[in-house]
């Protein structure tokens, strides 16, 4: 039985191998983990919209999710230096604004860039923007974003550019970060419990994702207060919270009809089920559910966009070159099996193509305290641990182990305090386990395991591979894993 480290020091496991880059003369970054599981819906889209293969799509996905959890790292670790991270190829490429710090950037695994201005400078350059989003006529500013691969803001112009360069300079923001970008793209917000799935409220809108209690979705789909009807036209619930212009996120609480589930509808005759919420880095593949179009794939193109509809500016948007039509708003957005955002709106369409938006699903959560529901079957996971910088959910088996973060593992460049808080349900008993790659194999580190279901751990390490392993000592059920690394 797993218990005290002492026990398990001589027994530990075997990653499947080691890749070739040289983390210090002595160790070896422990391999990647498995691809990830992937729907053959999704697997089919992305090979149809993406011009990938079956093996090129897990590939993908894998990389994706472990760049995108790099990045992650770096934006905590590097501060202020910090300028954005994007995946090109099967490469990372993280921009700082100090040559110093180039050096974390590589010894994490990743490609850096040394840029004039930080992800901190781009951000108030967009705000100075958006505070001033009256004066970027709708027809001819489409919407602006901070787009890190170039290191500037980016002010969409449709047609004559002089009304964007009026904006830029009514603003009061340094010229030379602003790029004025010529662009066809006409927004309009996609009028018209499983995400993905249709609801009816005098028009027709796409779930986003269940959570306890009911559904996300987008607000401009309806107001507080509006009634729903689910696909078949059931009553379903009520919109209780809504923001619109400004946002583009509302939830709608179900009655006692409708279960709330972790899927996705795949529209092939199945389910994509939802495994959590960790945000994909730009450059991401990423696949959306709607009722008018069902599947389609295509990539993280920027974050933080202000999109100027006619009905008002929204900020904080992620920009992506999926397609999407009327009806298809407050749909799913997915990366693999994370969670990433509903439908906000678009232009073009899915016979030409064309440029779509989604509202972060994690804002959504957060501002109106609501828990996605995820696939470890039952209720929810328990949420006992705040105060951490990443939340991981899952379920686990009597006897069985599984590994955070998403069955992968994190790297810290530089050393420092590891935090761990694990929370899982009454009447199990869970143990908590710290592993550290030591050039050959994993060790654990550190560990709490007494009786019962919640347990929580410290550890101060130098730099390195670092993962948690959450082990059913006995019972089985759904745990929350909340994580602080350096």
């Given at each position: 039985m797993r218990r005290s480290l002492a026990a398990v020091a001589a027994a530990v496991l075997l990653p499947v191998g080691v890749l070739t880059a040289v983390v210090s003369p002595a160790a070896a970054a422990p391999s990647g983990p498995a691809a990830p599981d992937v729907s053959s819906a999704m697997a089919t889209a992305m090979q149809r919209d993406l011009g990938l293969t079956a093996d090129q799509v897990r590939a993908r996905v894998a990389r994706d999710e472990k760049g995108s959890r790099t990045d992650a790292a770096l934006r905590a670790s590097l501060g202020a230096t910090y300028a954005g991270g994007w995946l090109t190829g099967d490469r990372l490429v993280v921009a700082v604004?100090?040559?110093?710090?180039?050096?974390?950037?590589?010894?994490?695994?990743?490609?850096?860039?040394?840029?004039?201005?930080?992800?901190?400078?781009?951000?108030?350059?967009?705000?100075?923007?958006?505070?001033?989003a009256a004066q970027a006529p709708a027809d001819s500013v489409p919407g602006w974003y901070v787009d890190v691969a170039t290191n500037t803001v980016v002010v969409l112009a449709r047609g004559d550019a002089r009304a964007a360069r009026s904006f830029v300079r009514a603003?009061?923001?340094?010229?030379?970060?602003?790029?004025?970008?010529?662009?066809?793209?006409?927004?309009?917000?996609?009028?018209?419990?499983?995400?993905?799935?249709?609801?009816?409220?005098?028009?027709?809108?796409?779930?986003?994702?269940?959570?306890?209690?009911?559904?996300?979705t987008a607000g401009h789909c309806g107001t507080v207060g509006t009634a729903t009807q689910g696909y078949n036209q059931v009553a379903q619930g009520t919109f209780r919270g809504s923001s619109f212009p400004g946002n583009d996120y509302a939830w709608v609480q179900t009655n006692s009809n409708w279960t709330p589930q972790p899927w996705v509808n795949n529209y092939s005759g199945g389910n994509v089920t939802v495994a959590g919420s960790t945000e994909a880095a730009v450059g991401a593949a990423i696949c959306r559910s709607g009722s008018t179009t069902g599947w389609h794939c295509g990539?993280?193109?920027?974050?933080?966009?202000?999109?100027?509809?006619?009905?008002?500016?929204?900020?904080?948007?992620?920009?992506?070159?999926?397609?999407?039509?009327?009806?298809?708003?407050?749909?799913?957005?997915?990366?693999?099996?994370?969670?990433?955002?509903v439908t906000s709106g678009g232009s073009g369409n899915c016979t030409s193509g064309g440029t779509t938006y989604f509202q972060p699903v994690n804002e959504i959560l957060s501002v109106y305290g609501l828990t996605l529901r995820t696939s470890g079957g039952g209720e929810p996971p328990p949420t006992g641990c705040?105060?951490?910088?990443?939340?991981?959910?899952?379920?686990?088996?009597?006897?069985?182990?599984?590994?955070?973060?998403?069955?992968?593992?994190?790297?810290?460049?530089?050393?420092?305090?590891?935090?761990?808080?694990?929370?899982?349900?009454?009447?199990?008993?869970?143990?908590?386990?710290?592993?550290?790659?030591?050039?050959?194999?994993?060790?654990?580190?550190?560990?709490?395991?007494?009786?019962?279901?919640?347990?929580?751990?410290?550890?101060?390490?130098?730099a390195g591979y670092y993962r948690f392993e959450v082990h059913a000592y006995s019972g089985s059920g759904s745990y929350s894993l909340g994580i602080t690394n350096p």
């Amino acid at each position: 039985m797993r218990r005290s480290l002492a026990a398990v020091a001589a027994a530990v496991l075997l990653p499947v191998g080691v890749l070739t880059a040289v983390v210090s003369p002595a160790a070896a970054a422990p391999s990647g983990p498995a691809a990830p599981d992937v729907s053959s819906a999704m697997a089919t889209a992305m090979q149809r919209d993406l011009g990938l293969t079956a093996d090129q799509v897990r590939a993908r996905v894998a990389r994706d999710e472990k760049g995108s959890r790099t990045d992650a790292a770096l934006r905590a670790s590097l501060g202020a230096t910090y300028a954005g991270g994007w995946l090109t190829g099967d490469r990372l490429v993280v921009a700082v604004t100090d040559r110093a710090a180039a050096d974390r950037v590589r010894a994490a695994g990743a490609q850096p860039a040394v840029v004039t201005r930080s992800a901190a400078d781009l951000d108030r350059v967009k705000s100075a923007l958006d505070r001033h989003a009256a004066q970027a006529p709708a027809d001819s500013v489409p919407g602006w974003y901070v787009d890190v691969a170039t290191n500037t803001v980016v002010v969409l112009a449709r047609g004559d550019a002089r009304a964007a360069r009026s904006f830029v300079r009514a603003s009061r923001v340094d010229a030379a970060a602003v790029r004025v970008v010529a662009s066809t793209e006409v927004p309009r917000t996609l009028y018209d419990v499983r995400g993905g799935d249709a609801y009816y409220m005098g028009g027709r809108c796409s779930v986003g994702f269940p959570v306890t209690g009911g559904f996300v979705t987008a607000g401009h789909c309806g107001t507080v207060g509006t009634a729903t009807q689910g696909y078949n036209q059931v009553a379903q619930g009520t919109f209780r919270g809504s923001s619109f212009p400004g946002n583009d996120y509302a939830w709608v609480q179900t009655n006692s009809n409708w279960t709330p589930q972790p899927w996705v509808n795949n529209y092939s005759g199945g389910n994509v089920t939802v495994a959590g919420s960790t945000e994909a880095a730009v450059g991401a593949a990423i696949c959306r559910s709607g009722s008018t179009t069902g599947w389609h794939c295509g990539t993280v193109q920027a974050k933080n966009q202000t999109v100027n509809y006619p009905q008002g500016t929204v900020t904080g948007l992620t920009r992506t070159n999926v397609c999407a039509e009327p009806g298809d708003s407050g749909g799913s957005w997915l990366s693999g099996q994370q969670a990433q955002g509903v439908t906000s709106g678009g232009s073009g369409n899915c016979t030409s193509g064309g440029t779509t938006y989604f509202q972060p699903v994690n804002e959504i959560l957060s501002v109106y305290g609501l828990t996605l529901r995820t696939s470890g079957g039952g209720e929810p996971p328990p949420t006992g641990c705040t105060g951490y910088e990443a939340t991981y959910t899952g379920s686990v088996s009597s006897g069985r182990s599984v590994y955070q973060p998403n069955g992968s593992y994190y790297y810290s460049s530089v050393s420092g305090t590891h935090r761990g808080c694990l929370d899982g349900p009454t009447g199990v008993d869970f143990d908590l386990y710290l592993q550290k790659w030591n050039g050959a194999s994993w060790v654990d580190v550190a560990g709490s395991y007494g009786a019962g279901p919640d347990e929580s751990l410290t550890y101060n390490g130098t730099a390195g591979y670092y993962r948690f392993e959450v082990h059913a000592y006995s019972g089985s059920g759904s745990y929350s894993l909340g994580i602080t690394n350096p």
